[in-house]
């Protein structure tokens, strides 16, 4: 791949095929890859595109659901908004992961 960095849609699709996907930090959005090693392109556009992303995220899109087929089948009121339930425990799952961490 010869391109700096991959266009959104082209970030989707990568994440799609290959089972990687977006969850929030403190920074923005970045990939949950699974400790698998992603392409700089998609690196770099993660990071380019990450305002957008969010905004994405914010509205619950389906593209960046962990589990595309069952989103919006699994709402849920988080306190805040509605969110899908699959994509919040992404969210969880990252939390506790950081606890982890730093613990
Ligand atoms: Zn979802």
């Not at 392109?41 to 380019?48: E, G, Q, T, V």
């Not at 593209?63 to 849920?76: G, T």
Request: with cysteine; charged share 25%; glycine share 4%.
């Amino acid at each position: 791949m010869s391109k700096a960095y991959m266009s959104i849609q082209e970030a989707m699709q990568y994440c799609k095929a290959h089972t990687v996907f977006l969850v929030h930090t403190d920074n923005g959005p970045d990939l949950w890859t699974n400790g698998r090693k992603m392409p700089m392109p998609l690196r770099r556009a993660i990071f380019k595109h990450r305002e957008q992303l969010a905004t994405m995220m914010q509205a619950g899109d389906k593209q960046l659901c962990p589990a595309r087929d069952l989103h919006f089948l699994h709402w849920c009121w988080n306190g805040e908004r509605e969110v899908c339930e699959l994509c919040e425990q992404v969210e969880d799952s990252m939390t506790a992961q950081d606890n982890h961490r730093s613990a």
